[in-house]
């Protein structure tokens, strides 16, 4: 058994009864598939720009910093095939120029939001056809920087086959655009 593999199999077993110990508000039982990468190793770039390329109807994304080339395009060609794109990006670290792509992806069409709302719009996340029963929902310490990608210690969890985590992401997805404001041109 691969490593990712055997990792993702032993989290999938164990997670229940951690949640359930804790005493987690939201324990879903462990029927997902579930792939893990890392960096430096594993091209995470890549993946996030697969699973979006996949995308058939939407594609959420809540950034912290994004400025990531090859991501941007992964998102401007669904566009390109009519996804509806939306993106949630910290807007402290917008102010800051850490989000780049947010005015030419709102200029194209995506609908954009910046979070203000809390100290830091932290979550790094690609909700992929959240409403669809083939939905992936990507999240973990992974900023959509080429940074990350070279030179940082980092990780993404890709989730998919689970509906009831799906939504708990999409949920949450909906609960932070609405404490954000819409991206408006300076």
């Not at 992806?105 to 409403?131: E, F, M, Q, T």
Request: aromatic share 6%.
């Amino acid at each position: 058994m691969k490593p990712n593999a055997w990792l993702a199999a032993l989290v999938l077993a164990v997670l229940p009864a951690v949640a359930q110990a804790r005493g987690a508000v939201n324990a879903h039982p462990a029927c997902a598939q579930v792939q893990v990468a890392f960096t430096p190793g594993d091209d995470i770039e890549a993946l996030i720009v697969r699973r979006i390329a996949a995308a058939r109807e939407n594609v959420r994304m809540q950034a912290y910093l994004f400025t990531n080339a090859r991501i941007a395009r992964a998102l401007f060609g669904a566009l390109h095939r009519k996804v509806a794109v939306e993106v949630i990006g910290d807007a402290g670290e917008f102010a800051d120029g850490g989000l780049p792509w947010l005015i030419p992806l709102a200029r194209a069409g995506a609908r954009v939001y910046l979070d203000a709302s809390a100290a830091a719009s932290h979550n790094k996340i690609v909700i992929v056809d959240g409403d669809r029963a083939g939905a992936s929902v990507v999240t973990g310490s992974y900023n959509f920087t080429r940074a990350a990608q070279e030179r940082n210690a980092e990780n993404v969890v890709v989730i998919s086959g689970n509906r009831a985590i799906t939504d708990r992401f999409v949920a949450n997805f909906l609960a932070r655009r609405a404490e954000s404001r819409p991206f408006a041109e300076p």
